[in-house]
């Protein structure tokens, strides 16, 4: 079974702090890999790829992936109350599409 | 708005009824998806089709049956569910499968299985 596992939280930070989010994921195979943000009642959006060791930025967001640990990690940086939502980690192994993980849940604190 | 349309939104059904879920898609892309998710799980891929053809069917009970009758439109067919599938369904489309590219999502149907 290829796994993607995500600690489930809450993480809680305070606004203006940095969110550390976690993911490791078990086919070493694996070639691509994404974060999506999904708000309560809504659904998933992407806000980060990632293909390559090291780092990827965009905006407040950095994706890092090293796959020698299998490990995809996002921070967003300046945490404002509106990042509060659930991160689902997703991985595209060899299948035809991608395999998320359970998520974790941000909350930022004003 | 994602330009993946879903309906309904919300669906209540009991365990003999026969209903369907429908997603549709302006994007022009070329494969489509149905996901589970229920809470305290990961989002679990149920079917996919790629250029009208199913390529994946990831073990999902014949209670469920998907229909793509063509690039845009994907149907989730409903009979003889159990509480146990009360979860929100959600459609996705990418240009192909398999992709390195986002997958567009639609808002969902949230079913209640009674």
């Known amino acids: 079974q290829k796994e993607v596992e995500q600690n489930s939280g809450p993480l809680s930070v305070p606004e203006g702090a940095i969110a550390s989010l976690n993911c490791t994921y078990s086919d070493r195979g694996s070639q691509s890999f994404f974060w999506y943000r999904q708000y309560s009642g809504k659904s998933p959006e992407l806000i980060m790829s990632i293909y390559s060791n090291g780092d990827q930025e965009d905006g407040r967001f950095t994706a890092q992936l090293n796959k020698a640990s299998q490990y995809v990690s996002l921070l967003i940086r300046d945490s404002q109350p509106s990042d509060s939502a659930t991160y689902l980690c997703a991985v595209l192994n060899s299948g035809y599409a ?4 359970k998520g974790t849940s941000l909350l930022v604190t004003p | 708005e994602t330009g993946v349309t879903q309906t309904p939104r919300h ?15 302006h994007l022009g892309h070329n494969a489509m998806y149905w996901y589970k998710q229920s809470a305290k799980k990961p989002l679990e891929l149920m079917f996919v089709y790629n250029f009208k053809e199913q390529t994946e069917n990831n073990s999902v009970p014949s209670r469920f049956s998907p229909e793509c009758p063509n690039s845009s439109h994907l149907f989730l067919h409903l009979h003889t569910l159990q509480p146990e599938d009360s979860a929100l369904y959600l459609c996705a489309s990418s240009p192909a499968a398999p992709t390195n590219e986002k997958l567009f999502f639609g808002s969902g149907t949230q079913l209640s299985v009674l």
């Open chain 2, 11 to 25: 669906l209540v059904m009991g365990m003999t009824n026969k209903k369907s879920l429908k997603c549709e898609q």
């Open chain 1, 98 to 101: 991608l395999n998320f993980g």
